[in-house]
């Protein structure tokens, strides 16, 4: 093997294969029990569709991708064989598993990856593609919903022997329920969507006061994103690591645990940062945590790439939380510590062949992944969307960048803020530290904001370095999220050519047509840098006005108003909530007065800048 020939080890990973029938990828075998996959659609977009298609291309699959309005010209449209548009009349039309799969039966595709995110873990769409004849690249449809329902897991859990984190085993119908419940266990509690996951539906509340918001704020957002406002209630840890381990199965009753993530640096409950191997974890705690996630998963039949996520306290008790039935975005870092590339291995399973490695599975070095976003870390990582200007990516050992974005790109409001994921490998935490902020100093994008100067500040940060960073990190070292925000300058380039690409649709089937075209004219235009300020991470976004307006700072649609007119407020309460990017970003009073006129309603759509309310002072 190439891991075993001196001098020629990538990384110093080393990845052992089992059986003796264990065959590449795409091959027949000879038992009849494998299905060739030849063709795979892509339910998914930036990233990881481009993720998808490169480990398609590499096993000679070729790829169907999927486009919804202004996206004909994405990279993840460009680099797939062929590409659909969806027509459809949601307003997100990934989440339109009937069109998607009518388009898989177009195409002729035998496959279908539905990446994470949208519909990866939607059983009822599993099930559809499977029904319409074609393969499913993900774990079976009873698994996902089993796990999916995070009520349901718990009890799963219970019965494998793995202790969940102390909560509620049934649903909890009320706010007068939920505060009975707290009073038995004590604050502070977590309320969370029972069909949730990615921090959404999660709130926490601290008292008594405070539960009925957390509540109502929680089943709206459950409802909002995942069609299904059941919550319960979890005892909330205060100073947790959040620790989650990859696991693998295939049909041939093979599960494979690998080692740990270490994802504990968070805003709102989602990931920023994540690492592997956890700096808190030691080799007893290690073993345990792989025991009980492949004890866990062979309880329910898995199949195919999971992440069980787990809260490790300090004494190095850990607790289940839930189980993602899905590749993770953060997958990237177990590849790099164990060389062995999750996507292919998905489709392998999928193909009907046993896993290419097993329980001697080792990890060599060290590996940290920053999530690159759209966001302004000094408005409480309020999310930016725009066209990038410029787009300069690093490069050199142990520097490796997943993106769906380039120059010209456009970040669309209606989906995430994600630009690019930078990972890097060490051969230790120091070096792979060292490693990563020389890779975000050498990252360049401009036009928009995005979080780069954020992970700096955090990489350098001595509770980061020690290794002692938990989920309240943000909360308790406010002073990351002071950045100094450098000038942003748009550039358009002049083409260098006269000849240009254009993008037709014949029958919603996308081609690409090569047409000459006049030079246009560069242009560039330079916006003044603003003054630095540090949020606490508690602000989902820090008091926005302009005089006697309350105006938001963010394009999106008004899901929330806490404020009627005539009422009085003081600086800092809740006047709406505006979605933007998938993304709830509160907006508060700037100061004290009494509400005038009130511009803002549930359901509208509000552009950046534009007046919510107006503040007046109390006669």
Known sequence: MLAEMPGIVPFGMIVRRTGPDCVGIGKQMTDGKTRRIARVLIANRGEIALRVIRACRELGIATVAIYGEGEQDALHVRAADDAYRITSERAIPYLDGDAIVAIAQRAGADAVHPGYGFLAENAAFAQAVEAAGIIFIGPRPETITAMGDKVEARRIAVAGG?????????????VEEAIAWAQEVGYPIAVKAAGGGGGRGFRVARSEAEMPAAFEGSRGEAERYF?????????????????????????????VAFPERDCSVQRRHQKLIEESPSPAVTPEIRAALREATERLASSVGYLGAGTVEYLLDADGSFYFLEM??????????SEMVTGIDLVAEQIRVAEGHPLSFDHDLVATGWSIECRINAEDATKGFAPAPGTIATYREPAGFGVRIESGFAAGGTILPTYDSLIAKLVVWGRDRDEAIRRMQRALGDFTIGGVPTTIGFHQRVLAHEAFVGGGATTTFLDEHPDVLTIDAPTVEA?????????????????????????????????????????SRAVNSRDRVAHHGNGNDVVSPVQGTIIRVGVTAGQG???????????????????????????GELAATVGASIAAGAALATIVEAS
């Open 162 to 174: 793995v202790s969940p984190v102390p909560g509620t085993t049934e649903p909890v119908a009320s």
């Open 227 to 255: 069609a299904n406002p059941t919550v319960y209630l979890e005892r909330y840890l205060e100073h947790p690591r959040h620790i989650e381990v990859q696991v693998f199965a295939d049909a041939h009753g093979n599960v």
């Open 324 to 333: 993602n039935t899905r590749i993770q975005v953060e997958h990237t870092v």
């Open 491 to 531: 550039v358009v380039a002049a083409p260098e050519t006269t000849s240009s690409e254009v993008v037709i649709e014949v029958n919603g089937r996308r081609f690409d047509v090569r047409i000459t075209a006049p030079e246009t004219a560069s242009a560039s235009v330079k916006r003044p840098a603003r003054a």
């Open 569 to 595: 407020v003081q600086a800092g309460d809740l006047v709406a909530v505006v979605e933007a990017m998938k993304m709830e970003n509160e907006i508060t009073a700037h100061k004290a007065g009494v509400i």
